[in-house]
């Protein structure tokens, strides 16, 4: 059978170039869809020989990017805005850019649009980059765009250089209050995207799947699985202290997008809804689900904590 043609559109983010490399391992040949401004230079590196310049904003250099004539099989899109990957980035990318992208897609008729969406999305009203992930989905469904939504909690190892500084001291740092969250480590997330858009089958097609590990989280539970693996004692420290953001991240919010989309995020969660109702779905399609202390055990071996 020939290798599946799969485009990502972010290839060059944290997630993205995960992606790519797990795409690249199942043997798909790859395409970086980048920016004319983007650095290509890590892609090279992991050997990726084919690239498009393709800007969410710029509907032209999408038709071109995505073009027919390249054949695409699959899309995986993991670009985002809001993260300010490149400074004049806006959040315009993750609504109008993301429509533009479904449109293109569409367009060029590509059978499978992959879409990084975020748990709960649909649920989540108050916090903008979360119901932006929602209205993709929606979308997508509208253009009647074959997709598969997968919907993972927070990032285990966003933020990797600072939480590996305060795991190595002995801390774990919470960025929510004790409440119980859903997570997943990175690599883990690229390996469902590149399964989701080479192999899984078309009956799957058109659904949002909730991925992460079997269990909720929380500093707690967190605390004690590095406990375990690190052989050491541990503590669940929180980042921002509590009145910062009750008293005084309310007031810079009133003059940043960026902060009140955070400080809703920070808010919502802690309301202990950010958890999946559907663990299911994820064993069937990907396997056994990871426990808090396996995907801890792989987070500290790929550090060589131990
Ligand atoms: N962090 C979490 O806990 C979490 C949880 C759930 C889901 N997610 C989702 O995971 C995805 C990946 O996040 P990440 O942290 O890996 O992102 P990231 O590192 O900030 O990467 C963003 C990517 O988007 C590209 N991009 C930005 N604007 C673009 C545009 N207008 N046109 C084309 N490309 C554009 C950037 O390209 P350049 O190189 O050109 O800047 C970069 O490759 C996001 O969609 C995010 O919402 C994150």
Redesign the pocket.
């Known amino acids: 059978m020939s290798a599946k043609k799969v485009v990502v559109?972010?290839?060059?983010?944290?997630?993205?170039s995960k992606i790519v490399k797990a795409l690249l391992e199942r043997g798909a040949e790859v395409t970086a869809?980048?920016?004319a401004?983007?650095?290509r230079s890590k892609l090279e590196e992991m050997g990726v020989k084919h690239f498009v310049v393709?800007?969410?904003?710029d509907n032209a250099s999408l038709r071109e990017a995505l073009s027919p004539g390249r054949k695409f099989d699959a899309i995986v899109a993991?670009?985002?805005?809001y993260?300010?990957?490149?400074k004049s980035?806006s959040t315009k990318?993750d609504t109008m850019?993301y429509r533009n992208l479904v449109d293109a897609a569409k367009e060029a008729g590509i059978p499978r649009f992959v879409l990084?969406?975020?748990?709960e999305s649909d649920k989540a009203v108050t916090v903008p980059?979360f119901h932006n992930?929602y209205l993709t989905e929606k979308y997508l469904a509208e253009k009647q765009q074959p997709f598969v939504a997968l919907r993972?909690?927070?990032?285990f190892d966003?933020a990797d250089d600072f939480m590996l500084r305060k795991i190595k001291k002995g801390i774990v740092p919470m960025f929510f209050d004790n409440v119980d969250y859903g997570t997943i480590y990175t690599p883990d997330l690229a390996r469902y995207a590149a399964i989701a858009a080479t192999s899984l089958p078309e009956s799957e097609v058109n659904t949002a799947i909730d991925v992460g590990w079997a269990t909720p989280v929380n500093g707690d539970t967190l605390a004690a699985a590095f406990e375990k693996v690190l052989r050491k004692p541990m503590l669940a420290k929180a980042v921002v202290p509590a009145f910062v953001i009750k008293a005084i991240a309310p007031i810079f919010a009133m003059f940043s997008h960026n902060m009140k989309d955070m400080l809703e995020m920070v808010k919502w969660v802690n309301t202990g809804v950010y958890v999946s109702r559907n663990t299911e779905r994820q064993k069937k399609l990907f396997g056994d689900l990871p426990t808090i202390e396996e995907a801890i055990t792989r987070y500290c071996r790929d550090r060589h904590l131990i």
């Open positions: 559109a972010g290839a060059t983010g944290s997630l993205g869809m980048v920016r401004t983007s650095k393709g800007d969410m904003m993991s670009a985002a805005g993260t300010r990957h490149s980035d990318t850019g990084i969406s975020i748990l980059h992930k993972p909690g927070a990032f966003w």
